[in-house]
């Protein structure tokens, strides 16, 4: 089968930078994925990885460490706006598995 | 926009009732994705087709079934519903099999047992 963990929440505050990482269990491996959802909206991809390193996107950069079975979500420059949720996503061969998720509030 | 689109967006019923909800993947998308996200809760996964076939399943209760049309837009059936069937449904779609992890996601089907 397929875990993931990673914190419940995280505290911020604007103009910081927060990281958020996950840990998963999982057969059949091809990357990792970032999800940011807003109460009540859907969820939006973020970043993937399916090679160890740093990738980034703007603010958002995405890290992964195949051997360790790891990965986290960096946000830097932190708004308002970034205040969600943000899962981390195993793909496998057949289907996409996600985190619990973060909650992450952004406080002035 | 994700180009997903989710009908219908609200839906009230009562407990031993059925409901279809329908899902229409994004041009081009072969693979459709279901998730239950109850309150405060992350995404399990439900089921999974490829170009009409059934390709992975989750969590999926006997009392929930789906299906992929040839147009390739899906839907899934929940019958027999319990309060605890109350959550946020959503359909995602993927060009391919899920190795590019980027899913695009509907605005979900908010279902309501009472």
């Known amino acids: 089968g397929q875990s993931l963990e990673q914190p419940s929440e995280v505290t911020a505050v604007e103009g910081a930078i927060v990281q958020i990482n996950c840990t998963y269990q999982?057969?059949?491996?091809?990357?990792l994925s970032w999800y940011q959802q807003h109460d009540g909206g859907a969820p939006t991809f973020l970043s993937y990885?399916?090679?160890?390193g740093l990738e980034e996107t703007g603010r958002f950069s995405s890290f992964l460490s195949r051997s360790d079975s790891y990965g986290y979500l960096l946000l830097q420059e932190l708004q308002m706006k970034d205040s969600a949720s943000y899962f981390c996503?195993?793909?496998?061969?057949?289907?996409?598995?996600f985190g619990t998720g973060t909650k992450l509030q952004v406080i002035p | 926009d994700s180009g997903v689109t989710q009908t219908p967006k609200h839906l009230i019923t009562a407990t031993g009732q059925r409901v279809t909800l329908r899902c229409s993947p994004r041009?081009?998308?072969?693979?459709v994705y279901w998730y239950q996200q109850s309150l405060d809760q992350g995404l399990q996964f439900l089921i999974q087709y490829y170009n009409g076939e059934e390709r992975a399943k989750g969590n999926i209760l006997e009392r929930f079934s789906a299906q992929q049309f040839p147009d390739l837009h899906s839907e899934l059936n929940l019958s027999s519903l319990e309060l605890g069937d109350s959550a946020l449904y959503f359909c995602?779609?993927?060009?391919?099999?899920?190795?590019?992890?980027?899913?695009?996601f509907g605005e979900g089907s908010r279902l309501t047992v009472l």
């Open positions: 999982t057969s059949g491996f091809y990357g």
């Open positions: 996503a195993v793909g496998g061969y057949q289907k996409v598995t």
């Open positions: 990885n399916a090679l160890d």
């Open positions: 041009s081009g998308d072969l693979s």
């Open positions: 995602a779609s993927s060009v391919g099999l899920p190795n590019t992890g980027e899913l695009f």
